[in-house]
């Protein structure tokens, strides 16, 4: 019984250490850029350049380099217009063409639907580093 009572509390001290961790922004990068009709491949390689130098920045303690990517396009009024979240993404994939492809395709299918034809739209990504948690939680125990 008092195993079972000691693994409960663990559990719940590492759930609380996540969501702390998680709260004060640990492991998140954001940007925005403006984005003009026609631009849609310009700031796709604008979004990998950017990605690639916050990968330099991340740690990867005990091999734990998996970062997730979302990106959001957003009007004049800040009304959300497409999203598309890139899951647990390994870092060699920004290096290979994988990711800057999937991204390149996606941007292109926003701007063929018409996404970017308004005016004041904005591009912004979250960039999370499961590496950044992992170090934070490895220090705070």
Do not use: K
Not at 105 to 111: E, N, P, T, V, Y
């Amino acid at each position: 019984m008092a195993n079972a009572i000691s693994r409960l509390l663990q559990r719940r001290s590492l759930r609380r250490a996540v969501s702390q961790a998680l709260d004060s922004g640990v492991g998140l990068y954001h940007t925005s850029w403006p984005v003009t009709l026609g631009a849609s491949d310009a700031i796709a390689g604008e979004l990998i350049a950017w990605c690639r130098e916050q990968l330099g920045a991340m740690h990867r303690p005990y091999g734990v380099d998996s970062v997730s990517l979302a990106i959001a396009a957003a009007g004049e009024n800040q009304e959300p217009l497409a999203s598309a979240n890139f899951s647990v993404l390994r870092p060699t994939g920004f290096y290979t063409g994988e990711v800057e492809a999937e991204t390149r395709a996606m941007l292109a299918r926003w701007a063929a639907d018409g996404v970017f034809e308004q005016a004041g739209v904005r591009l912004s990504a979250v960039f999370f580093s499961w590496g950044d948690l992992t170090q934070e939680l490895v220090l705070a125990s």
